[in-house]
């Protein structure tokens, strides 16, 4: 359903978009708005709650429009925005336009990406057959646990499986298009606990002493050296995040002592390996490790997809786009389990900070661009 008379412009989208605080995990409103974009499209909404406590209640929305039997493009994408902190300029909630760029919290990352791609639809004609889908949660900056995946499930109760995704994450660095993610390495963290017994420093004897048995797991770990990275992949890291024994007196053997690791890796690696292999490490000192495997690392070659949104991404704006793996996670690491994916967006220089914004003329590029894309998709 072609509605370019009456669909409202990009930056009217992303306006309404921003005015709704939805700091993770979204709710209500947000949802609403985009509803109301997108069945005057001829898209049918499927708004729904998944979840309960801790990393729950989360809103999601799937939308999808059939046009006749063709392929099956999805977008993906997130309404939650990380809290907005204090400093700003003008109201993080308020939209606010100031030379030539549009203010708010989730301009970037990624209400903006969602306008654009909303806005490009208006333009897809009736006449290319195929699905348009829209993957849209309220929890991508938090847990994650009760959002994209829980989206997944959703699409398969439905019948639908994408043939090709795009992720609007802000992947640009310097101009729009300049970097499209075809992967992102995994992330697990752990938590090393040790347990000794307490006692009196002047008699050791009676204690046993955890630290000195943490400190050697420790060193242990910061010794590793997990690859030195693939044709795609920077090299796999562990870093000491965390480190506490939380003993107040001077002359008192501590009875426990906890540190926790953050693993990034590539794809010589899975979280479970990573598990093994430094639980084997704690275990010989007497340490118990507890881990949350946040994502597995994913790649889809350089191949079709690719060159499609670079294509696109060329002819708009005249920039060569590079493809990467660099970064940290994206929800793009589930939907790679359903059909290839990458991840291409707007310029990522303000995301996550004070006076996040987003310049106009970005939006309308990359509104073109995504037009261009779907209707490739699409056979057009």
Same mark, same amino acid.
């Given at each position: 359903?072609?509605?370019? %008379? ?78 907005p ?5 003008? *109201? ?81 660095s ?22 000794g017994?307490?006692?009196?420093v ?33 090299? %796999?890291?562990?870093?000491?995040? *965390? ?82 793996t660099?970064?940290?996670?994206? *929800? ?9 994916v ?6 990522n220089g ?10 106009? *003329? ?19």
């Amino acid at each position: 359903m072609n509605m370019t %008379s009456t669909n409202p412009g990009i930056v009217d989208i992303a306006s309404r978009l921003i005015a709704c605080p939805s700091v993770t995990p979204a709710r209500g409103e947000v949802f609403a708005v985009l509803e109301t974009l997108l069945v005057p499209l001829g898209f049918t909404v499927d708004r729904f709650v998944a979840g309960q406590e801790p990393d729950g209640p989360v809103e999601n929305l799937l939308a999808w429009r059939t046009t006749g039997a063709g392929p099956h493009f999805a977008f993906a994408g997130h309404l939650d925005v990380v809290p907005p902190g204090n400093g700003w300029t003008s *109201d993080p909630f308020t939209p606010d336009i100031r030379g030539g760029l549009l203010h708010g919290r989730g301009a970037v990352d990624m209400k903006g990406a969602i306008a654009a791609f909303v806005a490009a639809l208006a333009g897809i004609p009736d006449e290319l057959p195929g699905t348009i889908s829209l993957i849209i949660t309220g929890d991508e900056e938090g847990p994650a646990v009760h959002g994209t995946l829980a989206l997944m499930e959703r699409m398969a109760a439905h019948g639908l499986r994408p043939d090709l995704c795009l992720v609007g994450e802000p992947t640009s660095s310097q101009r729009v298009g300049d970097v499209i993610k075809i992967g992102r390495r995994g992330s697990v963290n752990m938590w090393i606990k040790v347990e000794g017994v307490q006692g009196h420093v002047a008699y050791p004897h009676l204690a046993d002493n955890p630290v000195p048995r943490l400190v050697r797991i420790l060193s242990a770990i910061d010794g590793i050296v997990l690859d030195e990275g693939t044709d795609w992949f920077q090299p %796999s890291n562990i870093e000491i995040t *965390d480190l506490e024994v939380g003993n107040p007196a001077t002359n008192v053997i501590p009875a426990a002592a906890h540190a926790r690791i953050s693993i990034r890796f590539n794809d010589r690696h899975s979280g479970a390996s990573l598990v093994e292999r430094i639980t084997a490490i704690a275990s010989a000192e007497g340490g118990v490790v507890t881990a949350k495997i946040s994502g597995e690392p994913f790649l889809t070659q350089p191949g079709s997809l690719s060159a499609l949104v670079a294509g696109a991404i060329r002819e708009v704006t005249g920039v060569e786009a590079e493809l990467s793996t660099t970064g940290g996670t994206s *929800d793009a690491r589930f939907l790679s389990r359903l059909c290839p994916v990458v991840e291409f967006g707007l310029n990522n220089g303000t995301m996550h900070k004070l006076d996040e914004a987003v310049a106009i *003329d970005d939006l309308k590029d990359l509104e073109r661009i995504y037009a261009l894309i779907v209707r490739r998709a699409l056979g057009g």
